[in-house]
């Protein structure tokens, strides 16, 4: 049975939920523009219960640390078929090696090992609600 999910503590995801967030699936980031329009993009990222934090590797040039840094606020969505995830939260751009490094490993243990990148940084995402349909 399918069951709704809305949810504003992380810590209180079912067992189905936490499968889901632990399954190889692509997902996408909504940040906002200057203008405030929206930008969407694909992306891997991996979701930590422990912290209630969802890690974003990527370039520190990339438009969606731009908007991190203006705006503060992010949306990652996973989808599979009738199943979906909505974590939305305050959104931070980590540059510190520790926390780069860290970011880099959750990544390679949900997808492989990224390849090179000096430029690389996290987006973290501190997820304060939870939507969706996963079970």
Same mark, same amino acid.
């Given at each position: 049975?399918?069951?709704?999910?809305?949810? !504003?503590? &992380?810590?209180?995801?079912?067992?189905?939920?936490?499968?889901?967030? @632990?399954?190889?699936?692509?997902?996408? !980031?909504?940040?906002?523009?200057?203008?405030?329009?929206?930008?969407?993009?694909?992306?891997?990222?991996?979701?930590? $219960?422990?912290?209630?934090?969802?890690?974003?590797?990527?370039?520190?040039?990339?438009?969606?640390?731009?908007?991190?840094?203006?705006?503060?606020?992010?949306a990652v969505a996973q989808v599979?078929? &009738?199943?979906?995830?909505?974590?939305?939260?305050? @959104?931070? %751009?980590?540059?510190?090696?520790?926390?780069?490094?860290?970011?880099? $490993?959750?990544?390679?243990?949900r997808y492989r090992e990224p390849? &090179?990148?000096?430029?690389?940084?996290?987006?973290?995402?501190? %997820? %304060?609600?939870? !939507?969706?349909?996963?079970?």
């Amino acid at each position: 049975m399918w069951s709704t999910v809305a949810v !504003l503590d &992380p810590a209180a995801l079912t067992p189905d939920v936490l499968a889901f967030l @632990a399954e190889r699936h692509v997902g996408t !980031l909504s940040t906002a523009r200057s203008d405030g329009t929206l930008h969407v993009c694909a992306i891997a990222f991996t979701w930590d $219960a422990t912290a209630g934090l969802v890690r974003i590797i990527t370039g520190d040039r990339s438009q969606k640390v731009r908007n991190v840094e203006r705006h503060g606020r992010a949306a990652v969505a996973q989808v599979d078929g &009738p199943r979906w995830l909505s974590l939305e939260g305050r @959104a931070r %751009v980590a540059r510190d090696p520790a926390a780069v490094a860290d970011a880099v $490993a959750r990544h390679a243990a949900r997808y492989r090992e990224p390849g &090179p990148n000096p430029a690389r940084v996290a987006i973290e995402i501190d %997820v %304060v609600r939870i !939507l969706g349909r996963a079970g």
